[in-house]
């Protein structure tokens, strides 16, 4: 199956993982993003670390919010 997209238009396709970290005073979530057409790979702790590293591979439009 192929996409359909416009010529010009970048196509990012990321994986997301979570798993569940068990530890002495409570347990965690923690995940790993990798950018297919790169290869790149990173792992986070907290959701600011992973949009950090969505938005460098795609440029988010912000609203008058800050939010999409």
């Known amino acids: 199956m192929s996409i359909e997209r416009e010529p010009g238009t970048p196509l990012n396709t990321f994986i997301v993982r979570f ?14 993003v990798q950018h297919v057409q790169s290869g790149e790979c990173v792992a986070f702790a907290d959701e600011d670390a992973l949009l950090c590293f ?3 591979w795609v440029e ?9």
Request: glycine letters at 8%; one cysteine or more.
């Open 54 to 56: 969505l938005r460098r």
């Open 19 to 32: 798993w569940r970290k068990s530890r002495a005073d409570k347990p965690c979530w923690r995940g790993q």
């Open 60 to 68: 988010m439009e912000s609203s008058p919010t800050g939010r999409r």
